[in-house]
């Protein structure tokens, strides 16, 4: 059985790596956290007659978490920033 740190050494190793996904641009990125990645993203719409993403400005700043499920990296949504979540108002 490992010890402990070697265990926790062999996690950080396994860290999400999180390559920016089309369409989006990566503003910040925090350090893995139980092995969640947070990211703060803009995001392009994708419609060719949006002002904002023609500017090159995209929409957002969004919050995303990347984790990794049974192999693959996943992205889940999280909110907007200066949001109050349902459980807060």
């Known amino acids: 059985m490992e010890a402990v740190p070697q265990l926790l050494a062999r996690k950080r190793s396994e860290a999400v790596c999180v390559p920016p996904a089309p369409g989006r641009v990566i503003v910040a ?7 969640i990645v947070y990211t703060t993203e803009r995001v ?3 419609s060719p007659l949006c002002s904002v993403c023609r500017r090159g400005t995209y929409h957002g700043p ?3 978490a990347y ?18 979540r349902q459980e807060d108002v």
């Open 62 to 64: 969004y919050y995303y």
């Open 29 to 35: 990125q925090s350090r893995p956290v139980n092995g």
């Open 67 to 84: 984790m990794r499920r049974g192999g693959a990296v996943r992205c889940f949504y999280v909110g907007k920033p200066g949001r109050k």
């Open 44 to 46: 392009n719409c994708g």
